[in-house]
């Protein structure tokens, strides 16, 4: 029987990859973003909405168990950058509430709504589910430009810890994974940058992270392939966090 999962920010990027990685390793999935227009790929389906809204969470989860007859694993990928770069001295809090809502509380609150359904349906012995939160190199990395969303991500890194521990004794997985640079619409604006960077030595692998590096992650924790493993925070950023000499 194929395994359902939930895909949030899934109409471009690593969203869109993860689909497209999961519906080719024979899972079910529930896509959800924001578009008004979006072909799901494959065996998905598309729903249209908002992590931050609490009703568009929960007909995303209704739709998962109608059509597909339950959910096992959720991949929460949605997350925004600040509007607009700015100097942590000058960082507003509009920006702040509204990366925040939609990068942490969205993600949380997503969590907590799927892994309700996941503990009631538990079977003895049995693995329960995978949850996999894509947050970023920023959560422990300084970019005083966009301080919002280092914290934004800092935060995902603790959900994954907190539901990681309460969910363990009904083997359900939650992981991390930390996205380097990765070519997306995201960080179209900063390529030159980046380019100059790649090529400066800052990664050990010297290339851009495409969106299907991390997808290629993801299934793997979704495929239940380390099931003796949560909690734990993984890199795919070409060895940028590693301390070099």
Known sequence: MKKT???????????????????????Q????????????????????????????????????????????????????????????????????DRVMEVNTKGVLFMTQLVARYMVKNAKPGAQNGAIVNIS???AYTSSISRGEYCISKAGVSMITKLFADRLSAYNITVNEIRPGIIHTAMTETVQAKYDG???????????????????????VFCCGEFPYTTGQSVDVDGGFHMRRL
Request: glycine share 12%; net charge negative.
């Open 197 to 219: 960077l790649i090529a400066g030595g800052l990664l050990p692998i010297a290339r851009w992270g495409e969106p299907e590096d991390v997808a290629r992650a993801v299934r």
């Open 5 to 27: 999962a939930i895909v949030t920010g899934a109409t471009g990027g690593i969203g869109l990859a993860c689909v497209k990685e999961l519906v080719g390793h024979g899972f």
């Open 29 to 96: 999935v529930v896509a959800m973003g924001t578009r008004e227009v979006f072909r799901a790929p494959g065996d998905s389906v598309y729903v249209r909405g908002d992590i931050t809204r609490q009703q568009d969470r929960q007909r995303v989860l209704q739709a998962a168990i109608e059509i597909f007859g339950g959910v096992y694993a959720l991949v929460n990928v949605s997350g925004i950058a600040p509007a607009v770069r700015s100097d942590i001295l000058d960082m507003t809090e509009e920006s702040y």
């Open 136 to 138: 970023s190199m920023s």
